[in-house]
């Protein structure tokens, strides 16, 4: 595998239902990051991890819960979800050396709140 | 508040002319610029970034344009192609803190 990998790529689940979204980097990055994109809205950061620590977290409702265990790996923990929730999940890395970086991402999870 | 606007939706050209695509941000602390292409059912791909720097980026057929003064972006591709048809988003990040913003993308359409 290389660059970005996302699993699953579609998942469906109801408003009880509790799922997790898979990110893993095969690029040695140090910064791993959590968008979600909504139709005709810009990408929205979700959070931020550097060197495995949380830096940022934009307001994100705490149904949504980020895991890092290593600098490779990175999860979205899904909880009691709502339908307006439904949106494409992108995960990215980078390597953060100085200000200009550039953010790498996955596939994405297609995700659907029934 | 949105600090990256893409204010076209869409753009339509055809193939061998010159596909424009213009980004304006409202952030004067934003010093690093990029541009992601987006096919259906795939993440965003880095295509080409500037500096603060510089105002003029070249690499193959892309070629990025910055006006500070204005906070305003352009990405040009020449000769546009079909393959080129995806959505293309802009994006900003300021020297302190690795947030990036972006905009809410262009969708381009190369006709053959």
């Known amino acids: 595998e290389t660059g970005v990998t996302q699993t699953p790529r579609h998942l469906v689940m109801g408003m009880t239902n509790k799922k997790s979204l898979k990110c893993e980097q095969h690029?040695?990055?140090?910064?791993m990051y959590w968008y979600k994109q909504s139709a005709k809205k810009p990408l929205e950061l979700m959070f931020v991890y550097n060197f495995k620590e949380q830096t940022e977290n934009n307001s994100v409702p705490s149904r949504f819960s980020p895991e890092c265990p290593n600098s490779s790996h990175l999860f979205l923990h899904l909880h009691t979800l709502q339908p307006e929730d439904s949106a494409l999940y992108l995960c990215?890395?980078?390597?953060?050396?100085?200000?200009?970086?550039?953010?790498?991402f996955g596939p994405g999870t297609r995700l659907l709140v029934l | 508040d949105q600090q990256v606007k893409q204010n076209s939706p869409s753009l339509s050209v055809q193939e061998g002319r010159i596909s424009i695509l213009n980004c304006d941000y409202t952030?004067?602390?934003?010093?690093?610029f990029l541009w992601y292409k987006k096919y259906p059912a795939e993440g965003p791909t880095f295509l080409i970034s500037i500096s603060s720097i510089k105002d003029k980026n070249e690499d193959g057929r892309f070629t990025v344009f910055l006006n500070k003064s204005a906070k305003h972006l352009s990405l040009h591709i020449v000769p546009s192609q079909p393959g080129d048809s995806a959505v293309y988003f802009c994006?900003?990040?300021?020297?302190?803190?690795?947030?990036?913003?972006f905009g809410t993308g262009t969708s381009l359409t190369v006709i053959p």
């Open positions: 990215a890395s980078s390597q953060v050396e100085g200000p200009q970086e550039t953010q790498y």
């Open positions: 994006a900003a990040s300021a020297l302190i803190g690795n947030q990036f913003y």
């Open positions: 690029l040695g990055h140090n910064a």
């Open positions: 952030n004067s602390m934003f010093d690093y």
